[in-house]
C-alpha cells in the first residue's frame, strides 16, 4: 500500500483547507509506518524516549477520539487504551500490539472524527466541554489543534523511522 498525500488546493476555501491540511497529516503519518514490520513499529527508536510509531498511532486514535467524539459531539467514548492506571497506556506496548489494529483503530476513530465534524459549521462551539478547561471550542479551533497535534507528531514519526531503517522524506 502506499500512501497518497494530497496537499489542499491553495485557493480552498477555509474549511476545505484546514480540513485537506488535517488529511495531509494523517495520511502523512500513515506514510511514515508503511513498509515496517510488527516489531519495527513498535520499537522506541530514540534513547530514552519510549515512543515508538505504533505508539504514535495509538495516540492520535486517543486524540482523534477525544477531540471529535468527546469534546465536539459531547459522546460517551471511554479509553482505546490508557487507564487511570497506566495514563499512558497508548505509548507502553506489548509483543501482542498489532499494526493491523492500530491502524484499524486509528482510522475508525478518523471517520468517527469526519463524520461528527461534517455536522458542525467551524465556529460552531463542540457540544462538550474540554476536559482540563471547561472550555467549548469551535470545530475551528478543534481542526487547528489536530493540524499542530499531527505535524508535532509527525516530526517525531521522521526521527523514529529513520532510526529504524534510515529511510528519511519530507
Known sequence: MTTNRLEPAPDADERAML????EYHRQTLAW???????????TAAVAPSGLSLMGLVRHL???ERSWYRRVLA??????L???????????HLTEADTWH????????EIEAARRHAAGF????LSRGKHRRTGARPSLRWIHTHMIEEY????????????????????
Open 61 to 63: 486514535a486517543e486524540t
Open 74 to 79: 459531547d459522546e460517551d467514548a471511554g479509553p
Open 81 to 91: 487504551y490508557y487507564s487511570d492506571e497506566d495514563p499512558d497506556g497508548e505509548f
Open 121 to 124: 459549521h467551524l465556529d460552531e
Open 32 to 42: 511514515k509506518c508503511e513498509g515496517l514490520t510488527d516489531a519495527q513499529l513498535r
Open 151 to 170: 505535524a508535532r507528531h509527525n516530526g517525531h514519526a521522521d526521527l523514529i523511522h529513520e532510526c529504524l531503517d534510515g529511510t528519511t522524506g519530507d
Open 101 to 108: 489494529e492500530a491502524h484499524a483503530t486509528w482510522q475508525a
Open 19 to 22: 480540513e485537506g491540511w488535517l
